[in-house]
């Protein structure tokens, strides 16, 4: 797939350009809207990661013919945070605040999303070439996709600082994030991550930086876990021809984030 869309003459011309401008003005958005702004550098690098999430991703599912519906979602969320974690492992010596997870997050879904538009944009031009779909097309995702993109990632990204910087993870369990995906988390942890512990008792009634009464494990199992269920409301949304639904849930999870960032700043 990838290598008859590079090939393609519009690729440089047309794709790519068009696909990094939604993906540059939302990293640029909601970074400068941040009162902690990151590097260019450093954001260009997880930009990065979540491109490269978008391709193992695709080869991955063209292997092995992945086609159920939860099952997409939660493959596709799961390469997300595989590469987030790549990422904000090389620049977590700079967190300082929670919302630096937010930020980093984001920026991966971010990445992932320039890739799938680049895809979608080829196949569209392909069928209709440069007719109005095409422009329909990267409007839709302009606005919802990308948005849903990086919200799910940034949100995992919130979890993902909450338990690095929190007092639990050094000074009583001492659990690294990482260990999260290499070591089998106890039916206790998994009721948390799944009951959504952290999200009811830490962000929606009110927001709460400490967690010190969480497990590192099962925050940043919690983080994978409600990327999965946004996604998975997203498409279902799409897929049942609810276009408005869809973008109500992108945009009030970026308000959602949002407020979160500046609260926890």
């Known amino acids: 797939m990838w290598n008859s869309i590079l090939a393609d003459e519009y690729f440089w011309l047309s794709f790519f350009p068009i696909a990094f401008l939604g993906g540059g003005f939302w990293l640029l958005f909601f970074d400068r809207a941040d009162r902690v702004r990151e590097p260019l550098r450093f954001l260009s690098l997880a930009l990065v990661a979540g491109i490269l999430s978008a391709v ?7 292997i092995i013919g992945l086609e159920n519906f939860f099952g997409r979602v939660a493959v596709e969320e799961v390469f997300k945070v595989f590469f987030a974690l790549l990422a904000m492992e090389l620049v977590r010596s700079r967190f300082r605040f929670i919302s630096q997870g937010i930020m980093y997050g984001f920026a991966v879904g971010l990445g ?3 890739a799938e ?10 069928l209709a070439a ?9 409007q839709g995702r302009f606005w919802s996709s990308s948005l849903l993109h990086a919200i799910t ?10 338990a690095y910087l929190s007092p639990t993870l050094f000074r009583t369990k ?5 260990r999260a995906f290499f070591f089998p988390p106890n039916f206790r942890q998994l009721w948390f991550a799944f009951s959504l512990r952290v999200t009811r008792k830490n962000l929606v009634f009110q927001l709460r930086k400490n967690l010190h ?4 494990r ?19 949304a799409l897929e049942k021809s609810f276009p408005a639904l869809a973008f109500l849930i992108a945009f009030l999870g970026m308000l959602g984030l949002w407020r979160i960032s500046k609260k926890i700043s």
């Open 56 to 62: 193992a991703y695709g080869f991955f599912a063209e």
């Open 112 to 114: 992932f999303a320039v």
């Open 117 to 126: 538009n680049i895809v979608f944009l080829a196949k569209v031009h392909e």
């Open 130 to 138: 440069f007719s109005p779909e095409f422009w329909l097309t990267f």
């Open 153 to 162: 990632t940034g949100f995992f990204g919130l979890l993902y600082a909450g």
């Open 174 to 178: 001492k659990e690294s994030p990482l």
């Open 213 to 216: 009464d969480h497990s590192a």
């Open 218 to 236: 099962a925050v940043i199992l919690e983080g994978l876990w409600f990327a999965i269920l946004l996604h998975a409301a997203f498409n279902f």
